[in-house]
């Protein structure tokens, strides 16, 4: 037996592990939680990815951002004059390192209160044990502590494309694109997903003359069509310029820069000088130093961990969560999967509904959608009906001056329940929750219909969208 011994030992405190871990300890179990990440002074950071590079920092420079593209290009329209507007982007990325510590000590603090035991440091599998695992951790001590059950939540990291491994300097994964000292004058981005768009559009709107090059010859594949068009044509008129259906070639990283050749959609040799370069094109699942052969953890092919629709391992009381197994990588889903782990271990029966989980792109204009898409319905030959409900004609989006984009609504032809909703426009981020309420409680669109919601408000799009369906919005 190991000197310490915990009911639960989560390994990685992300937003997957550590959300386990409150909730293993609030249901009473003696709990640990194994976080690495270090902060500049050589302290612990949890929160992982989404903390530290990852949504709460993009979250951060996409603010600052916004306020300079607004100061800058619309302030007028309100009638306010600004004279000699700059940017100051070391004090911009001062104020996101403080938002960042702000949310890891939040998380320091909710350990102590939960009493869920922190351990700075990397664990890994020493050995199964009587009675579950002994799992070693190497921190500024290095101890091996016992667990009768393992959460691993060890998450992901960004994939390079081969030949032009990370710098951080000149070729940046998101982890340098989030510390960009100085606006650079030319940017390429390799990859127009989720971080490709959201980090180009911060440095396109402090000035970066931004281009994506992107191996699809669809935008935003996973993305409702119609809605994929409108960001498509909104990003387009910004400045971002976005080539589809490129071929990446040699990647050419030299002091003054990078050079990116490629074969474009119709087969032409081209190349891209620019002074820095964010690829991204996706992540890998993260097992690096987990040790996992010592006691025989299955992995696939792409290194991800194996596990069951209940989070489970190939081994008894090991449960894997978040971005390291199958499904979206995203906070949301990470901590949905950590929550449903500990409840299951309590013996409950843990929930999460894959079918109603939110994906939302902060872009200007932001998009949203949750269910199934128009074109994933035609393909299963689902028989439908769609109503969409523009911005243009939402009121209190005239009063903000932000009419891009709809609402739309698709539901079943016969029993009228909500298959999905999609959102390109402002504030999408926050107006998608309805749809998922309303698609949790199976919910049918003559349901949002009938609900009143405040005016003026962004919400009535979405009452309207659902109004679209049975072809009676009252406002458009
Ligand atoms: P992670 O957050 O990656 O955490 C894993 C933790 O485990 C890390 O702290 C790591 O150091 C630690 N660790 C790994 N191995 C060990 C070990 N052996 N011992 C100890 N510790 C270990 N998702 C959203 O939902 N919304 C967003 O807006 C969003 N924005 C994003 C923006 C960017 C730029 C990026 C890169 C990602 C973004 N994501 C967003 C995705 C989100 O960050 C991830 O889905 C989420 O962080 C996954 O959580 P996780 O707990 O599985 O893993
Ligand atoms: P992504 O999967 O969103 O997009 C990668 C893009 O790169 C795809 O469009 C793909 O076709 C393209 N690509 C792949 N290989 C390529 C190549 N060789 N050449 C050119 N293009 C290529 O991945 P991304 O943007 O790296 O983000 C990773 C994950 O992080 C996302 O899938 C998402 O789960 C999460 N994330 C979520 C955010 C949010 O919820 N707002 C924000 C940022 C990241």
Redesign the pocket.
Known sequence: MAEKNFDVVV?????????AAIRAAQLGFNTAC????TNDKGGP???????????????ALLQSSEHFEQAHHHFQDHGIGLDNLSIDVPKMLSRKDLVVKQNNDGILYLFKKNKVTF?H????FAKAAEGGYEIA??GKQAETIGAKHVVV??????RALPGAPFDEVNVL???G??KVGAVPRKLGVIGSG??GL??GSVWRRLGAEVTVLEALPTFLAAVDEQVAKEAFKAFTKQGLKIELGVKIGEIKNEAGGVTVAYTDAKGGAQSLAVDKLIV?IG?TP?????NAEAVGLKLDERGAIVVDADCKTNLPNVWA?????RG????????E??VAVAERIAGQHGHVNFNTIP??I?TSPEIAWVGQTEQQLKAEGRAYKAGSFPFMANGRARALGDTTGFVKFLADAKTDEILGVHIVGPMASELISEAVVAMEFKASAEDIARICHAHPSLSEATKEAALAVDKRTLNF
């Open positions: 390994i990685g405190g992300g937003p997957g592990g550590y959300i194994i976080d690495e990440w950071a949890p929160g992982g990815t989404c903390t530290n590079v990852g949504c709460i920092p993009s979250k351990f440091g990397r664990g890994s951790v190497a939540a060890t998450g992901s990291n960004a994964s998101n982890d694109a989030l989720v971080i959201e980090m991204s992540r993260n097992t690096i130093g987990l969560i978040g971005d390291v197994v979206p990588m995203l906070a949301h889903k990470a901590e999967e950590g994906w939302v902060y």
